[in-house]
């Protein structure tokens, strides 16, 4: 606002100048009184000598006023809660759900897990070309590779790339571009591989794998995304990743007899019985390549653990570092003699 009286210009003097210590109002208040007192002497039609009216002038949609420190606590409050959450939420949930698994409420937790166990045979029968339908218990798929629905996929996943690139969902743009791309090459690579089939079997588990841990991803999702300001949106997936990894992870780091060998009824052999009677894999192989993919998703978290802190330790700074800007750049103000 600029000073009627010095024209000092400065974004934060509203009430009185910095420079010269004019009170605005009263200097208004003067030059209206002064305006009363000549007014009567002009005459009518003569407009140019008329007194000087203040008309102040704002310029804060070419200069954007700077935030005052009163409104920089609580974007800090925000950050520094938000950085309590990344420190203790993953860490927590991952310990109480390791205990959770290790009591009777296992069961319950395992009809939670088999939502992600058939949508893992499902998406990996995708991934190689085949129909798939997710059903409790049990996924029914394709016999053999269908050209359309690896089109029809290729096409959906370029599709949604394309319309989150342009529409910049959660603040992202070529992160889309990214995650499209590495969809595609996981399907790719996929298609190329000789035995699928024994691919979508473990899929079961080893997908619920990978999907617990993109739950558990989904609690680091940027601000503006539906994930963070639906509050508890977030923590329902985490809570729900958390569980379903423990209940698989225990699965195969467990005693063998525990172990789900054998025949589902109704339905068919179980997956662990399909790997190793009818393709051939080792009881050893099978329970060495579930923990390996474990221990990869865990690594992953950590990883993720580690830069959530660093992300929210950083945001904690900027609204205390614009404060101790503002500080420094505040004048004395003087009362006008």
């Not at 603040?171 to 990214?178: A, C, D, E, P, T």
């Not at 190329?192 to 991803?217: C, K, N, R, W, Y």
């Not at 729900?240 to 225990?250: D, E, Q």
Request: aromatic fraction near 10%.
């Amino acid at each position: 606002m600029r000073c009627p009286k010095c024209q000092f210009d400065h974004a934060l003097q509203t009430n009185e100048c910095l420079k010269c210590g004019i009170v605005f109002a009263r200097y208004q208040a003067a030059l209206d009184a002064a305006a009363k007192q000549v007014a009567p002497r002009l005459p009518t039609n003569d407009v140019s000598l008329a007194a000087p009216k203040f008309v102040p002038q704002f310029e804060s949609m070419t200069h954007p006023r700077a935030l005052l420190p009163c409104e920089a606590v609580p974007g800090r409050n925000d950050a520094l809660r938000e950085l309590k959450y990344r420190l203790l939420a993953l860490p927590v949930a991952l310990l109480v759900a390791r205990w959770v698994v290790s009591t009777g409420l296992r069961i319950p937790v395992s009809m939670l897990a088999m939502v992600l166990h058939e949508s893992g045979h499902a998406i990996t029968s995708w991934l190689t070309g085949r129909w798939a339908v997710p059903m409790p218990w049990v996924t029914m798929h394709g016999e053999s590779r269908s050209w359309l629905i690896v089109l029809m996929l290729s096409a959906a996943i370029v599709l949604t790339g394309f319309l989150a690139w342009q529409a910049e969902w959660w603040g992202w743009r070529w992160q889309w571009i990214g995650i499209s791309g590495t969809v595609l090459l996981l399907q790719l690579i996929v298609l190329s591989l000789p035995i699928q089939e024994a691919l979508i079997v473990f899929g079961g588990d080893g997908g619920a794998l990978i999907l617990a841990t993109i739950l558990m991803t989904a609690f680091y999702a940027p601000r503006e995304s539906p994930l963070r300001t639906s509050w508890g949106l977030r923590w329902g997936l985490l809570a729900i990743g958390a569980l379903t990894f423990m209940h698989v992870f225990r699965t195969w780091s467990g005693p063998v007899e525990d172990m789900p060998f054998g025949e589902i009824e109704g339905v068919n052999m179980s997956d662990p019985s399909l790997l190793t009677e009818m393709y051939g894999w080792s009881v050893k192989q099978l329970v060495d390549r579930y923990l390996h993919l474990a221990t990869t998703c865990l690594i992953f978290l950590c990883a993720l653990y580690v830069w959530g802190l660093a992300a929210a330790y950083l945001e904690t700074r900027i609204p205390a570092s614009q404060e101790k800007t503002q500080q420094r750049r505040q004048v004395p103000r003087s009362e006008p003699s």
